[in-house]
Structures are given as C-alpha cells and as structure tokens.
C-alpha cells in the first residue's frame, strides 16, 4: 500500500517474468496502471512504496538467478528514470535483499562472496549508504529513527537484537530451539514514519538518519515482534528496551495454531496478522491502543500472505488465493472488514476444487498432516502424486498452483504431506527432522504412500513423487530409500548429495544450514548417508530430474551428476533444463513446458 492508501504496488505474472505494476485507487488517475520498466532482465520478486509515498523499491533476480538487485524508481508515473542502487566496492557482486523503508532511504542486507551480511541504509539517489551492522548470519528485519532489529543464528535456532547505535541488546531470554525472525521497531519518543492528519495528509515526515552513529541508550524503543521464545507455536510479543533492560509482553497468541505474519500501521492504531490453521490463513486485527482483537474477518480464499496497511490504518493490503483462486491482490478495510471492489481485470489460470485435509500416521506414530486434491467426480483415477515443499521448513498449503489443475484432470490426485520439519506447526514438529532425523522423514514420504493406497485413494504400484527444491532432495531420498514404493519421481532443482551441495552452493545458505543437515565437515559421514547420490544403485524408478542453469542455491551439478549415474546404470532417467531461468523456475514460459513434461512422464509410468 501507498501511505495515503491512494495507490497500492503489486507484482504480476502473465507472461515472461513477474514484473512490477503500480495501481492508482483515487484522484484523477484512478482505475488505471503503470507498469514499473527496469532495465534488467528478470523476475521481480518484490516492490515497495516509501514511507513518504515518493519512491517505489524492487527486488529483481536477473535471468532468475539465485543473487538479485535493487532498483527504484519515483511513483511519478511520467518519469521513466530506473536507478540501481545496490553498490559492491569489491567489484564481485553478492545478493541484495530489500527489507523495508526507513524514513526515505531504503534498508537493505548486501551478502558477498564471503556470505557476510552488510544491513544497510541506502539514499535512493544512490548518493550515500549507512552500514548498520555487518556480520556472518546476520540479516536487518527493520530500522528506524536510531535503532535497528537484527535477525542472528542459524535456521531453526533464531534470535533478534536491537541495534541503537554501539549498543546491542538482546530482545528475549535464552530459548535454544525457538526462532524469533521477524519484527517492527514502533517508535523512538517520536512516530514511527509518518505524523498525519487525516489519512493521506502528511505534516511531517521524520528523518531518522541524524541518529545513526550515537552511543545512546536513552529513552526507551518499543518493538512488536514474533517469537516462539517461551512457546511451542509462534506467536505476537511486544518489547521495551530501556537503559534498565527489556520488558515484553503477549499481544496475540492462538494455542496450537502459528502467526505467519503481520503488520502495523505508521500511526500506530491497527495490527493486522495472518495466522496459520494447517496451512490454511486467518486474518485478524488487534486494536493496539487499547489491545482488543477482533474476531477473525473472512477471507476470499484459503491462504493469504504479503500484508500491507496504509499509514493511518484505514485499508489493508493482502495477496489472497485457493485452489480456485489464482493470487490477486485484494483490498478491505480492516476496521469494518468490508473488502473494497478493484476496477481491474481478475486473475485467470486453470482451477481446481478445493483439497480436503489428510491425517496420515507414520511407523514411530507421529502424526502428520497433507492436503489432498482429487480428480473431479467422474474422472477415473489412474494414479497419485505426492507434492513435497521446499524448506525443509515449508509447508505444503491449500493455495494456488497452476501445475495442479491439469494433473487432476487427467486423473491423479495430489497429495501435498507436511511430513515432519514442516513449518507452521511448532517448534517440536520443525526440528524432528533434525540432522540424523531426518532419515525419519524420508520414511514419513513412504508412508504417505501407504496411507493413499490403503484408502483407496490411488491404486497400488501407481504412486509418484514430486519435490521443488528440499523436496526435491526428499524425492531423490524417498525414492532412493524406499525403491519399491514408487512408479516414478520428478526432482525439480534438487539436492543429489549433500557434501557436493555443500561445496557449491551459495555461502551463506550454507552457513544457515548446518544444524539442520550437518556440518559439511564434522558430519560428512552422515551427509553422505542421508544422500540419494551415493545410492544411486538403489533408485530404479524413472525419476526426471528438472533444473535452471541460472540456479546457484542448488546448482544444476546437483541434477546433473545424478543423471550421469543413473544414465551409467541403465535407469530410465531425463533431464529437463532452462537456461533463462534459476532456482524457482520463474518464467511462465518455462512452467508451461515443466507441466507437459510432468503430465506425460507422470502418465507414461501409471501406464497410460
């Protein structure tokens, strides 16, 4: 959302990569659109008003590579002039990372080749830059007026500090296993960023950069933050950091359920949240002057994320979608939860019904849950798909997915399991898959086939697996581990062997993986038995192994070397590769001929 709530900036898909649109709600230009012209090649993985309503800030992966860039660009839609503003003095650029906006510059994390985080403030004239804070592992969640919140530690294993200028204070107690990831600074004894009349009237805009640099820890700084600090499911906490220490409190918290995200308005007065019921959304609002929380307002579809609220509170953005529902960016007013009608074109794509909810009980008795998509009631079925998520922290939600629809219709069902070390169901459920856990959960894969088969959801001998990513190490692994249960497997940009992945991936996503894999040097022994690489003798199911050459989170060598031995060992094996594209196969193009591919390899094995 624009601060005035006059105009909202989204992302859309309908043809080569994302681009970013800006939309105008009020005043003479409303109804229509600009598109945002940056003179890169690539996805535009997110955009930005600033906190003044001047500027617009885009993240864009050139060629859809794993590292991207910052460009921004003013909301005057007459001025055509595209600024890059991330700078590598070194000349041998990393990624940058567009957090947010701080007053009028634009705060950002610049990762080099040594996957060391610089968290920045960059003037989006490209003039100047502040460095905050630079460290291994560290990443800016928010800055404002003097004080910033670092994320610190390693997946699984997170914490925020606040930063005010020489002074680093940690934000909760000591919880080994909690992860406290996100949060927003509210204020320094002035506004957050904006101080306004009535909505869209802006008196003052507050430029904090005067404060950066002084060793001050006077007064107080508060910060609404989530954490699982303390608790098994994430939930919504208030902090005050004080010359005296910290104090927090609860302000939101659903026993058994996860906060995924949330947002608050610039004057204070609304914060929005989604919360996460098996994958499912919840949108509810809390009142923060006086902390009453409102009853949950019913959404559009089933799963919605990105929120943005204007600067007065007044409307709220959000991306909604469902299996029926391809994402689109919908507006309601969090107060009334009236949602406001857009005068603009729907978002079209192939549908599906919506899932069911699937409980499947593994061997050790762990349960687990997984949506479930069926053919459509007089479609034979002749087979199933399971539909692993990334992560391993993901989660398999009942959103929108344009490779499903077409599978259904030619009659196999899908299957998304969140098998254990799934996000969104607590602390406990995330960490069992754990280092030498984790051959756990490739059983868990295993018995997600049981649990098809035995009720009748597909027939014996005709079930698959799919991953992106993780999941497509866990397909390798389930069907390299349990070569009997499956007819067939497609990987898509996945790990082939952990210690090559180790060695070649990006440093940082290294760094934060080592309590969940192993470390690459104490643990090589158990990388290389939880690998499917060095089992390859074991695999025996047609697998297709999908990948973008512009990939450098899992680089194409992961699918390349397992085709090379499974090709030397006569197993039925192809691969499928994009050169314009990188780890998440952006390109619509590029999709479009992933889902033939998919839908023929995956009929050929159920033998149709």
Sequence with gaps: MSPDATAFAHLVDDGGYPRAVQRFLRGWRASSSRDVELPVEGPVTRVMHSADGHWLACQVAPEGGTRSQIWVVTTDPDDRDARRIDFWPSGVEGTA??????????????????????????????????????????RLVDAWAGAALVRVGPRGYRDLIMLRGLTETALLPYDPGST????????????????????????????????????????YVRAIIRSENGAQHARLLEVTVTADGVAYQVLAERPGYELDEFTVSDDLSTVAMLWNLHGASELQVLEFGDNTLYDPIPLPGMVASELSISAGGSMLALTVEGPGKPPTVELVDPRTGEWEMVDRVPSTGPLSAEPTLETVTARDGMRFTGWLFRPPEGTPTIGAMLFLHGGP?????????????????????VFLPNVRGSGGF????????????????????????????????????????????????????ALAFHPDTFAAGISICGMSDLNSWYRTTEPWIAAAAYP?????????????????????????????????????????????????????????????????????????ENRAVLLKAMTAWLTAAFGH
């Design 97 to 138: 990372e567009l957090i947010g906006w701080d007053g009028t510059q634009v705060a950002a994390i610049l990762t080099g080749e040594d996957g060391v985080g610089s968290s920045c403030l960059i003037d989006p004239s490209g003039q100047s830059s502040i460095v905050l804070d630079r460290r291994s592992g560290g």
């Design 180 to 219: 406290t990831d996100t949060g927003i600074i509210l204020d320094d004894h002035s506004p957050r960023r904006l101080r306004s009349g009535v909505e869209g009237e802006v008196l003052e805009l507050y430029h904090p950069a005067k404060d950066y640099g002084l060793n001050s820890t006077e007064g």
């Design 393 to 413: 922290e993901g989660q398999g939600r009942p959103g929108y997915n344009e490779f499903f629809p077409g599978l259904v219709d030619a009659g196999i069902c």
């Design 426 to 477: 607590g602390r406990a459920f995330m960490h069992a898959d754990d280092r030498e856990r984790r051959f756990a959960a490739i059983d868990d894969v295993a018995d997600a086939v049981h649990y098809l088969v035995g009720n009748g959801y597909a027939p014996q001998g005709c079930v698959a697996c799919c991953g992106w990513s993780y999941g497509g190490y866990l397909t390798q692994a």
């Design 516 to 588: 969940k894999y192993g470390h690459p040097v104490s643990d090589q022994d158990l990388l290389e038995r939880l690998s499917p690489l060095p089992r390859a003798q074991a695999l025996t199911a047609p697998l297709l192994l999908v990948h973008g050459l512009n990939d450098t989170n899992v680089p194409p060598s992961e699918s390349f070397q397992m085709h090379d031995a499974l090709t030397a060992l006569g197993r039925k094996t192809e691969l499928l590769l994009f050169d314009d594209d990188g780890h998440e196969i952006d390109k619509r």
